[in-house]
């Protein structure tokens, strides 16, 4: 989006909730004016949709894995590349885009708190939903805020200028109770079912709730929390997990909340963003590494390829995995949209070649194919699958993680059933999980949630939460190893030797707080490092 300070945002944020520049021409531009808006229900339906027409594009949603040790955004002049590898400032323009994006949708959702009621033709119970997905959205922008920056001003209603220059920097807990608080509240006035997709529903609001108490570590409302959803009787896991990243996975019960597309209308570039290059020349932004393949199991024992006994062959080291894999990774070998068949390996000559000398080439060996479907192949700038922000299978997973945390009685088959669940799907088909011992379910489910959730903006916050950012970040990025030559028994990994991460666990757990605000605002006190 374009990179408006927080104060702008306060200036701009009505104004992106109206439906009609005629309007605009007739009333201040600072706000909607109650004498000719907030008189009909129309208004009010118009002005709920401008809060949800804010969230976020295709770049924002797919680069943030890449910020993480499971891909790589391979354009190196890019200020996404400094955010990879951890050499960025308070300047970055990501840093303080993803300030003013999520602020946008705190203001837009605020404005539309302070004017539902004066909207006297219109059912109370519209009326009172509508507010309800307002605050939802709102609530998960904070939940955002808080895992990108720590502590951050907790706005709830929209301000002057002035009173924008005297905000000061509101404690993550308090933020996090009062995202607990908003999104309970807005779950006893959601319906279970919205009857147009793409709204926030109870089970939306309850799964925020879920998600934000457990980054918080606050593990019995969490646990709780997911419950509730689970108890709802509406949402189930989808039977083929390939499907749900297609356009045949978009009616999914599934899916609590994801942002709508559609071709020719609202489209986005995602088959672009992580298509090979063979198909469509220097269009692939990012790809997977190493960590990411290796983190999927052996589908046959259900061991770590690391484990000796795990029947791993390095030589074939895409044979028996995880399902998983290959509805997340193009492999060498593998056949693409276009009816042709992959080929990274070094000297092969053909687009993907790794050893090509073309910034858009995979130089892990590998592409993404998680939300890339054949359907858009005509046209890889058209594309109207929609982007998931929050589906059923991270709901069993929170639930498992909060009981496994908790311990003791928590532990019990109920944590078995929830990541059996999601193994069990037809087209994955993993070997069930049955041991109860506390260490090795956390690390059950915390490789659990790389292989079933990669691609879905999660593993950043789960390194943070976990904080295991100088375990796994630091070093050069890592590709596949494959044999040089026909029938040797020699291995080479490919690595990007000049191309360094670091990370420094006193300053790099937090993005700063973006300069041109601390420049507006110098209340907003920096994070530590910065």
């Not at 391979?74 to 300047?91: C, G, M, N, P, Y």
């Not at 770590?304 to 998983?324: H, M, N, T, V």
Request: some cysteine; glycine content about 6%.
């Amino acid at each position: 989006m374009k990179p408006y300070h927080l104060l702008y945002v306060i200036l701009l944020a009505a104004a992106s909730l109206s439906c009609s520049d005629t309007l605009l021409n007739t009333i201040p531009k600072d706000r909607l004016g109650e004498e000719l808006f907030w008189k009909t229900e129309d208004d009010a339906v118009y002005a709920a949709n401008g809060i949800y027409s804010i969230l976020g594009s295709q770049w924002r949603y797919t680069s943030i894995d890449a910020y993480s040790d499971i891909a790589h955004f391979i354009l190196q002049w890019r200020a996404e590349s400094q955010i990879e590898k951890h050499t960025f400032d308070a300047s970055n323009n990501i840093v303080a885009d993803e300030w003013s994006y999520y602020y946008t949708i705190v203001q837009a959702a605020s404005a539309f708190l302070e004017n539902a009621d004066l909207v006297e033709s219109i059912d109370d119970g519209l009326r009172n939903r509508l507010k309800a997905e307002a605050r939802t959205l709102r609530a998960f922008a904070y939940i955002n805020l808080v895992m990108l920056y720590g502590d951050v001003p907790l706005v709830e209603k929209t301000l002057t200028v002035d009173e924008a220059k005297a905000l000061t920097r509101t404690p993550a807990e308090t933020i996090y109770g009062f995202v607990a608080d908003e999104l309970t509240s807005a779950a006893a006035a959601l319906p279970a079912v919205q009857e147009e997709r793409g709204r926030v529903t109870k089970g939306t609001a309850l799964g925020l709730k879920a998600k934000a108490m457990l980054y918080a570590g606050k593990f019995r409302e969490a646990k709780e929390a997911a419950a509730a959803v689970m108890a709802l009787g509406v949402h189930s896991l989808h039977p083929s997990y390939a499907e749900l990243f297609d356009y045949a996975g978009e009616g999914s019960s599934e899916i609590l909340f994801a942002r709508q597309y559609a071709r020719d209308l609202n489209a986005h570039s995602i088959f672009a963003f992580y298509t090979p290059n063979s198909l469509y020349t220097q269009q692939c932004q990012v790809v997977p590494t190493k960590p990411l393949v290796d983190a999927y199991l052996m589908k046959t024992t259900g061991l770590p390829i690391e484990d000796p006994a795990s029947g791993f062959d390095p030589l074939e080291p895409y044979k028996d995995r995880d399902p998983r894999l290959y509805h997340t990774v193009y492999t060498s070998g593998d056949l693409l949209p276009d009816g042709k068949t992959l080929n990274t390996m070094p000297g092969n000559g053909s687009g993907d070649d790794i050893t090509i000398s073309a910034e858009n080439v995979t130089p892990t060996g590998w592409y993404f194919k998680k939300y890339v479907s054949d359907a858009d192949y005509a046209n890889p700038w058209n594309c109207g699958v929609n982007l998931i922000y929050l589906r059923y299978a991270e709901i069993l997973l929170i639930y498992a993680e909060a009981a496994v945390e908790l311990g003791g009685q928590d532990i019990d088959n109920s944590v078995l059933d929830a990541i059996n669940a999601i193994r069990k799907r037809s087209d994955v088909d993993m070997p069930e999980v049955k041991t109860t011992n506390q260490a090795e379910l956390r690390q059950i489910i915390r490789r659990e949630r790389i292989v079933e959730l990669a691609l879905e903006g999660h593993r950043l916050y789960d390194i943070r939460r976990w904080r295991i950012g100088e375990d796994v970040i630091p070093g050069t990025v890592k590709g596949m190893t494959y044999s040089p030559s026909p029938g040797s028994q020699s291995l080479v990994t490919v690595e990007l030797a000049g191309y360094v991460k670091e990370f420094k666990p006193d300053r790099h757990y937090l993005w700063p707080i973006p300069f041109r605000e601390i420049d507006l605002n110098n209340n907003l006190k920096q994070n530590n490092g910065f």
